[in-house]
């Protein structure tokens, strides 16, 4: 299997070198430049499998350059960190199935790909005798899982820039106590957005890029994509096995369009999904894609899921170079209009389209409280504010023919506030994060500035 540039000017390139590379050298993002199609017997013959096992299968279509005992052994490291047997297990609630995706070490989805990632770095630089310093700017979630992917990996350093106080209490703690020597939490005394553009500024700065060997950990890497992949076969399954039904909708929790774009190679692999479901907050600007084919940045709202606070889905690029059937030159000029303009819009026949796959709703701050409140009285099951959305997505859109499967994206104890807010009472707490408060932390605060990050990095960098 080889990878391509969405804008088409990088071609035919192996596995390993596309996750090096991250984003594309022509500013696109990498896909595979052919996407397997599994028969009714490979799928059956998947549905039998254990996670670990289900993730070999899947990957190995996609991955021809990384010997099978390596990328094996890869895996089961990566899922031996989590503390649920069947890693991302299937609830039955409601009449909803909820795939839990939070077993993994930081409690949110996002360890699936990073546990992985971390694993897969460690291999290609060992292999390559180089060594790579990884730099990023995290509202919570990302940054948590990404040093939790590389705490204690060789050859590898990860700096995370957070905004000092301006992480919730959870997310702070689970990226301080973490205190391996590679790993460095910087609180800069600013916002998110300054956090960005210090990383985006550096980035820009080619030459500091390259004498630092910095590398990124963000959502367009493919090879996040593609462990992504893996549980939608694995809830597929455990659901077809429960119900005896075929076709399933999935419900997905969306900001940057990773988590459902996944979903949509599953689907384009050949697995039965009837529709999926994209759920946003008020941040809406995914839902009106799908609705109207409106797709225009506005100013991001705070909400009760902060990791889908966003207005630029970097991951809707991989999308529309399929819905724009493939011509990269295509997608280049309506991606140069967007960043030029911030706004696309698609006509009537495309919106028909993009509904034969995905149906999508916004789910403002009351209705996720309301959501919370309402599924506990009913369950006793207490979900987090970014699944919440997601679960009121699925039921208001799947008009009922088929199982819903809702993506449980974070753990509530991660989001107390707004579940002690909805249900009265916060959440209990996993053992992960028994004794967090009194942990040995590590932590620096400087400026938000990027000269100071810059003397900062060229001073710990390996
Ligand atoms: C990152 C995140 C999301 C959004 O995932 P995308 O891949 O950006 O769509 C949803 N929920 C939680 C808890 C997250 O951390």
Redesign the pocket.
Known sequence: MKYQSTRGQVKNIPFKQAVMMGLAEDGGLLLPETIPQLTPGDLDALAMLAYPELAFQVMSYFIEDIPAAKLKDMIDRSYASFTNPDITPVVHKDGLYILEL?HGPTL???DVALQFLGNLFEYLLAESGEHMNIIGATS???GS?AIYGVRGKKNIKIFILHPHKKVSAVQELQMTTVTDANVFNLAIEGTFDDGQQIVKEIFGDLEFKKQHALGAVN?INWARVLA?VVYYFYAWGQVRKQTGADKVYFS???????????GYIAKRMGLPIEKLVLATNANNILSRFVNDGDYSTGDVHPTF?P??D?QN?S?LERYLFYLFNENSERLASAMRQFSETGQLSFTDEQIAEINEIFLATSVNNDQTLATIRDFHKATGYVL?P??ATGIKAGKDLSGGEYPVIC?A??HPA?FPDAVNQATGKDPERPASLEGLEERERRCETIDASTDTVKSYLAENAL
Do not use: R, Y
């Open positions: 939070f949110a989805f996002k919570g979630d990302t899982a959502s992504q997905v929790p969306t900001g940057n369009f990773g988590d459902i774009f996944a899921s990791s889908m966003i889905a991951n987090d970014h699944t993506l994206t974070a991660k």
